[in-house]
């Protein structure tokens, strides 16, 4: 009884998927294997990325052009989000188009998969490391066909090399290794180090601008973390940056978080947090007693 359930269930899923998911499936399974031969992760479709890809193939077919960056000036950014797509996130489009060359059908996926293929920035987006999410369409106008393959995920920490993986580290790991980078001209702190977490969970990354960044340090200090007479702090933010902190953050946020004159302070602490989406923040408070 369970199997002829399960069957039938079955039956009934493929009965209602949709040409464009078929196709979808199918573009999806050409990108998976020409990763797993590379050795990469398997992609899986995105509603945010379907419906990404769906509007752009959609809009080139009814206005008659072969661009990333429509008339009006929408993006592939603008695409994303307005489809739900999550911030910070690495994203990467692959579009083509053919004149007289079939319908939107099964073997147009394979000719356009080929083609970008054979294409060396179609594939780098294909082959690309730090994306786990996918999305493809098409649609015709006259004799003319239109595809559309969208990509996205937290992206790759910054310096990371292009070939391998960067080894994941703990955020005391990272705390430490920061205050390391300082050649020993400045001392740990506890206290500092909660400071620079609690500024690190608060600020939040609006585009390019960074907001929620607290006024009153002396307030984040822990009770009995006094002796303070005063208190710095510097914070920066990446997108696209992955989804864990690794070894290569640290000189990336080190850079972006040395004070601009570091005689002034005695001790420092530091807080590296990533969000899982591709946003990280780094923090550093520097201090004197």
Same mark, same amino acid.
């Given at each position: 009884?369970?199997?002829?359930?399960?069957?039938?269930?079955?039956?009934?899923?493929?009965?209602?998927?949709?040409?464009?998911?078929?196709?979808?499936?199918?573009?999806?399974?050409?990108?998976?294997?020409?990763?797993?031969?590379?050795?990469?992760?398997?992609?899986?479709?995105?509603?945010?990325?379907?419906?990404?890809?769906?509007?752009?193939?959609?809009?080139? &077919?009814?206005?008659?052009?072969?661009?990333?960056?429509?008339?009006?000036?929408?993006?592939?950014?603008?695409?994303?989000?307005?489809?739900?797509?999550?911030?910070?996130?690495?994203?990467?489009?692959? =579009?083509?188009?053919?004149?007289?060359?079939?319908?939107?059908?099964?073997?147009?996926?394979?000719?356009?998969?080929?083609?970008?293929?054979?294409? %060396?920035?179609?594939?780098?987006? =294909?082959?690309?490391?730090? =994306?786990?999410?996918?999305?493809?369409?098409?649609?015709?106008?006259?004799?003319?066909?239109?595809?559309?393959?969208?990509f996205a995920g937290p992206g790759r920490s910054r310096g990371a090399a292009n070939d391998v993986d960067p080894t994941p580290i703990s955020p005391d790991e990272a705390a430490d290794r920061l205050l390391?980078?300082?050649?020993?001209?400045?001392? %740990?702190?506890?206290?500092?180090?909660?400071? &620079?977490?609690s500024v690190a969970g608060a600020v939040e990354l609006e585009g390019e601008e960074l907001a929620g960044i607290p006024n009153d340090l002396f307030s984040l200090l822990p009770e009995g973390g006094g002796?303070?007479?005063?208190?710095?702090?510097?914070?920066?933010?990446?997108?696209?940056?992955?989804?864990?902190?690794?070894? %290569?953050?640290?000189?990336?946020?080190?850079?972006?978080?040395?004070?601009?004159?570091?005689?002034?302070?005695?001790?420092?602490?530091?807080?590296?947090?990533?969000?899982?989406?591709?946003?990280?923040?780094?923090?550093?408070?520097?201090?004197?007693?």
């Amino acid at each position: 009884m369970i199997r002829t359930l399960a069957a039938a269930l079955a039956l009934v899923l493929f009965a209602t998927a949709s040409p464009a998911q078929d196709l979808a499936r199918q573009a999806l399974t050409l990108v998976n294997e020409a990763r797993a031969e590379q050795g990469l992760n398997p992609l899986a479709l995105s509603p945010p990325l379907m419906e990404a890809a769906r509007a752009h193939a959609e809009d080139m &077919a009814r206005r008659d052009y072969h661009a990333h960056v429509s008339p009006s000036g929408r993006t592939l950014r603008d695409r994303f989000r307005a489809a739900g797509g999550r911030r910070g996130q690495l994203i990467a489009e692959n =579009i083509a188009m053919c004149e007289g060359c079939g319908g939107a059908d099964r073997a147009r996926v394979d000719g356009f998969q080929s083609g970008w293929m054979q294409s %060396p920035g179609h594939r780098e987006n =294909i082959l690309r490391r730090g =994306i786990d999410s996918f999305g493809f369409a098409m649609a015709s106008r006259g004799r003319a066909v239109y595809a559309v393959q969208t990509f996205a995920g937290p992206g790759r920490s910054r310096g990371a090399a292009n070939d391998v993986d960067p080894t994941p580290i703990s955020p005391d790991e990272a705390a430490d290794r920061l205050l390391a980078q300082h050649d020993g001209d400045l001392e %740990p702190a506890a206290a500092l180090d909660q400071v &620079a977490r609690s500024v690190a969970g608060a600020v939040e990354l609006e585009g390019e601008e960074l907001a929620g960044i607290p006024n009153d340090l002396f307030s984040l200090l822990p009770e009995g973390g006094g002796g303070w007479t005063g208190l710095s702090v510097r914070v920066a933010a990446c997108e696209a940056c992955g989804a864990e902190v690794t070894e %290569p953050d640290v000189p990336w946020f080190a850079g972006e978080l040395a004070p601009e004159d570091a005689a002034g302070f005695s001790h420092a602490g530091f807080a590296l947090d990533a969000e899982g989406d591709g946003r990280k923040v780094g923090v550093a408070v520097y201090g004197t007693r």
